[in-house]
């Protein structure tokens, strides 16, 4: 069965934000970078120099069952930022099978945004906003984290 995170996302203060969720729930970040430590890729545009300190992904576990996320927003997608609507459901699937089937049944009627794909953190990964507006966020780590 998958589980179903948090996903915030800022503008431009996701490790303050961050930082104070950490003094709040106690714990350590299990992950964190920024756009700038993003790997080289001839697809993607090069990141803005006012971006490259931003933060690409956080994860702080808060219990067990549940990992609070986020990143700041960049570039192009800071236009489309909404503060009240800066967040997502991410589903964290335990098979690429799973991610696939969860994927195409909730996007159904939405705007796929990121279809699924393998990407540089070793992830299957995709996005959409479902035919209701809730943004979602599917990964299934192929390289267990």
């Known amino acids: 069965m998958a589980t179903v995170n948090v996903y915030l996302t800022f503008n431009g203060n996701c490790k303050a934000a961050f930082d104070f969720y950490q003094s709040v729930f106690g ?3 299990t992950y964190i970078s920024t756009f700038g430590e993003i790997p080289p ?3 993607s545009e090069p990141i803005a120099a006012t971006d490259v300190n931003k933060i690409m992904h956080v994860s702080l576990p808060i219990s067990n069952e549940t990992c609070l996320m986020g990143s700041d927003t960049y570039g192009a997608y800071a236009a489309s930022f909404k503060e009240g609507n800066n967040f997502s459901l991410s589903i964290n699937t335990f098979s690429k099978e799973e991610a696939d089937k969860l994927f195409n049944a909730l996007s159904v009627g939405g705007q ?3 279809p699924m ?6 992830a299957y990964f995709g996005m959409f906003i479902d035919k209701f507006g809730i943004n979602w966020m599917v990964n299934f780590d192929e390289v267990p984290q």
């Open 41 to 43: 890729n001839e697809k």
């Open 27 to 29: 714990g350590n970040f």
């Open 112 to 114: 796929v945004t990121m």
């Open 117 to 122: 794909n393998k990407t540089f953190w070793g």
